[in-house]
């Protein structure tokens, strides 16, 4: 019994003396959403993942004109096939052309959809990319900033449950660091940047919207 109470009081007093270091540590707290939106390198990123997809969707699109265009010559050949205006020769000269114009059509089909499958990939790969490396950077902005406060956890104010409900059910605000982190992003901006007001997290993270068919 003696033991017993020691151990009770024991565990008392480190839980006594544990109370003022705790208190002297803070929970702080950031809007995630607000620094990937609002950091220059999301709108930079952006624009590079916008040209790249353009790119591609021309290069598609010369692809499909070349495609129609061979159709049209094969609806053609195979019509000259069947015309009995020429001669019987001259019309298994068009048959066998519309023949191997049918061949590669086929081919050229079954290019372009290897293009679109490989370009869906590759922009896909490029904002998965971009992403991981701006999260990378906000992380260790928010680390330092974390640290200068005496934080001893940050969480993310805005974030959602798998359920879509939020995440944290109470924020008064107090430790927010979510302004002093976005300072220190955007401290080395290039002045030709401007605030990225257009660019969101959804537009970096999926190629979804990709109109390439």
């Given amino acids: ?95 066998q052309a519309a023949a191997d114009k049918l061949k590669q059509l086929q081919d050229s089909k079954t290019a372009i959809d290897q293009f679109e499958r490989q370009a869906q990939v590759t922009l896909s790969e490029q904002s998965q990319r971009m992403r991981e490396n701006i999260l990378t950077e906000i992380k260790a902005a928010v680390a330092s900033q ?7 956890l940050v969480v993310d104010a805005a974030a959602e449950t798998a359920n879509a409900t939020t995440a944290v059910l109470y924020n008064s605000g107090e430790n927010d660091l979510t302004d002093a982190v976005l300072k220190q992003l955007n401290i080395a901006a290039p002045i030709s940047v401007a605030a990225p007001e257009a660019a969101t997290p959804s537009s970096l993270l999926g190629t979804n919207g990709l109109n390439l068919r």
């Fill in 1 to 95: 019994m003696r033991f017993l109470r020691m151990m009770v009081l024991t565990i008392s007093l480190l839980a006594f003396l544990s109370v003022p270091a705790l208190a002297q540590s803070k929970i702080g707290t950031v809007d995630l959403r607000k620094l990937f939106d609002g950091y220059w390198k999301t709108k930079q990123a952006q624009a590079a993942l916008s040209d790249r997809k353009a790119q591609l969707d021309k290069d598609d699109k010369t692809m499909r004109d070349d495609l129609k265009k061979g159709s049209d010559d094969y609806q053609k050949l195979l019509e000259q096939s069947n015309d009995q205006a020429l001669s019987s020769d001259e019309r298994d000269k068009r048959k």
């Fill in 146 to 152: 974390a640290k200068a406060s005496s934080c001893f």
